[in-house]
T-cell receptor
Framework: TAGITQAPTSQILAAGRSMTLRCTQD?????MYWYRQDLGLGLRLIHY???????GKGEVPDGYSVSRANTDDFPLTLASAVPSQTSVYFC??????????????FGPGTRLTVL | GQNIDQPTEMTATEGAIVQINCTYQ??????LFWYQQHAGEAPTFLSY????GLEEKGRFSSFLSRSKGYSYLLLKELQMKDSASYLC??????????FGAGTTVTVRA
């Protein structure tokens, strides 16, 4: 079982360009999340989806958009990248919206540099 | 929102015990998680507490006091492979996780 996969592993992007970070899970989890991790700040929630067809904003949603067309995929799009979006991006998923002791499982991350 | 505080760094000797404290202020509480994250890797789940008290899982234990907004992660019989960042995360009333900045533990021989 692959769990959660993310692509690309790393990317250097020119400011003003758009990019989509891909995330796929094979655990049939209904909830999925996007975080960014910056030194000294920890993981911060960008967007989430409790089930296919629905999405919500997290703590730092500006400049990012998501879609959830099906259970398995949860892409994150940067419409016009800026240097402050340089970060490591983690996708995560959990069962039943994360209730009970259902932990979130994390993908390997995408390291994005915006120049 | 959540305000979660944990120490930035801790150093301990192989075979010793280390306790990582986490304090939080929440607008809703539905459990506290501890994750381990090795450098350059994804966070992995360690423990979960929702009721007051101690949860033990092998060499790792986690404690919660909801009235004090306090948790700790106890790592016993430290091994070199335990060198990592340890993330405290609080789940709010909407079942969203807020993370502390993480505590980097360095285990020395």
């Amino acid at each position: 079982t692959a769990g959660i996969t993310q692509a690309p592993t790393s990317q250097i992007l020119a400011a003003g360009r758009s990019m989509t970070l891909r995330c796929t899970q094979d655990m049939r989890h209904n909830a999925m999340y996007w975080y960014r991790q910056d030194l000294g700040l920890g993981l911060r929630l960008i967007h989430y989806s409790n089930t296919a067809g629905t999405t919500g904003k997290g703590e730092v949603p500006d400049g990012y958009s998501v879609s959830r067309a099906n259970t398995d995929d949860f892409p994150l799009t940067l419409a016009s990248a800026v240097p402050s979006q340089t970060s490591v991006y983690f996708c995560a998923s959990s069962d039943d919206g994360g209730g009970g002791d259902n932990e979130q499982f994390f993908g390997p991350g995408t390291r994005l540099t915006v120049l | 929102g959540q305000n979660i505080d944990q120490p930035t760094e801790m150093t301990a000797t192989e075979g010793a015990i280390v306790q990582i404290n986490c304090t939080y202020q929440t607008s809703g509480f539905n459990g506290l998680f501890w994750y381990q994250q090795h450098a350059g890797e994804a966070p992995t789940f360690l423990s979960y507490n929702v009721l007051d008290g101690l949860e033990e899982k092998g060499r790792f234990s986690s404690f919660l006091s909801r009235s004090k907004g306090y948790s700790y992660l106890l790592l016993k019989e430290l091994q070199m492979k335990d060198s990592a960042s340890y993330l405290c995360a609080v789940r709010d009333g909407d079942y969203k996780l807020s993370f502390g900045a993480g505590t980097t533990v360095t285990v020395r021989a």
